[in-house]
């Protein structure tokens, strides 16, 4: 099977929902977490990558932005991906079912 690593990361979907939603709408974050009815330190965390973006969020996310939970989902899986492809953790300790299979 053929693998695709990206070599750039991907956007946080927090710093998309900054730059692209509120402030381009100038919304501040005191007024866009009464609106998506979430604390104010959750969603200071979330637009400033502190925080993933977790299936309830992207939900109401997509409700706010007339968008798609899968939208948002999809931002995070790709950098969760990239995360996982880029961390020092290289598992020496797993085997190949195939090598296994020939044992």
Do not use: Y
């Not at 948002?72 to 296994?100: C, G, H, T």
Request: glycine content about 0%; charged content about 25%; proline content about 4%.
């Amino acid at each position: 099977m053929a693998s695709f690593k990206r070599t750039r990361q991907p956007v946080h979907p927090g710093r998309i929902f900054r730059e692209d939603v509120l402030e381009e709408l100038d919304i501040n974050i005191t007024r866009a977490a009464s609106m998506l009815a979430v604390s104010r330190k959750h969603l200071s965390k979330f637009v400033n990558e502190n925080v993933d973006c977790s299936p309830e969020m992207a939900h109401r996310l997509a409700k706010a932005t007339n968008t798609s939970v899968a939208s948002w989902m999809n931002m995070q899986n790709s950098l969760n991906i990239w995360r996982e492809e880029n961390s020092p953790n290289d598992f020496k300790e797993v085997e190949q079912f195939n090598n296994a299979m020939t044992a």
